[in-house]
Every structure is written in structure tokens, then in C-alpha cells.
Nanobody, 112 residues
Framework: VQLQASGGGLVQPGGSLRLSCAASIADFSTYVMGWYRQVPGKPRGLVAS???????NYLDSVKGRFTIHKDNTKQMVYLQMDSLKSEDTAVYYC???????WGQGTLVTVSS
């Protein structure tokens, strides 16, 4: 099992980033997949999820700005982040739900 997030970086407020997650998970298409984020001193929290029927859910603070989607064939999960704000700064991770061992996250820094 391996979860590898990538695509983070430094972006100005109002900018965009697209995160990618390569998920080597058996029966990938049968799981809800999620993007999480964590800032120092706070617990990791769910930001967005996509179900097996492609239903999506978002944290209220990112609704209308973030979009999650996936490619079952490639076992990839993506998070398109637009209109980024400083409070979106965090390390972002992907995982299935229920979660398994965490992989490497990717740091997103929103700053001018």
C-alpha cells in the first residue's frame, strides 16, 4: 500500500494549484477517497472526499474553491485548488476512507 501526494508549492493568495495522489491500493475503485490537510499543532482534517458513485463532499471553508476528482483506471486522486487563501496553507495528504497508513504529504504555502 502506498499513498504519494504531489503538486504542492508556494502560491500567492488568489492563485491555484493542482494536487495529485498516486494511490496503490487494492480495489481502489471500491473506496471513498479523501484529501486531508494538517497544520503544525493541529490534528489532520478531511478537506474533500469522493465516493464510489462520484458524489463529492467538501469542508465548508473550501466549497466553491476546491474540486476533487479521481481516475479509477490510473488509481489517481486530484485536488484542484482555486482562489487560494493564506489559511489553506498546510501539508496535504490523501487517503482512503476508512484511513490506512499515511503516505507522504505535499506542502502548500499560500503567501504573498
Amino acid at each position: 500500500v502506498q499513498l504519494q501526494a504531489s503538486g504542492g508549492g508556494l502560491v500567492q493568495p488568489g492563485g491555484s494549484l493542482r494536487l495529485s495522489c498516486a494511490a496503490s491500493i487494492a480495489d481502489f475503485s471500491t473506496y471513498v477517497m479523501g484529501w486531508y490537510r494538517q497544520v503544525p499543532g493541529k490534528p489532520r482534517g478531511l478537506v474533500a472526499s469522493i465516493a464510489t458513485d462520484w458524489t463529492t463532499n467538501y469542508l465548508d471553508s473550501v466549497k466553491g474553491r476546491f474540486t476533487i476528482h479521481k481516475d479509477n483506471t490510473k488509481q489517481m486522486v486530484y485536488l484542484q485548488m482555486d482562489s487560494l487563501k493564506s489559511e489553506d496553507t498546510a501539508v496535504y495528504y490523501c487517503n482512503r476512507i476508512p484511513e490506512i497508513e499515511w503516505g507522504q504529504g505535499t506542502l502548500v504555502t499560500v503567501s504573498s
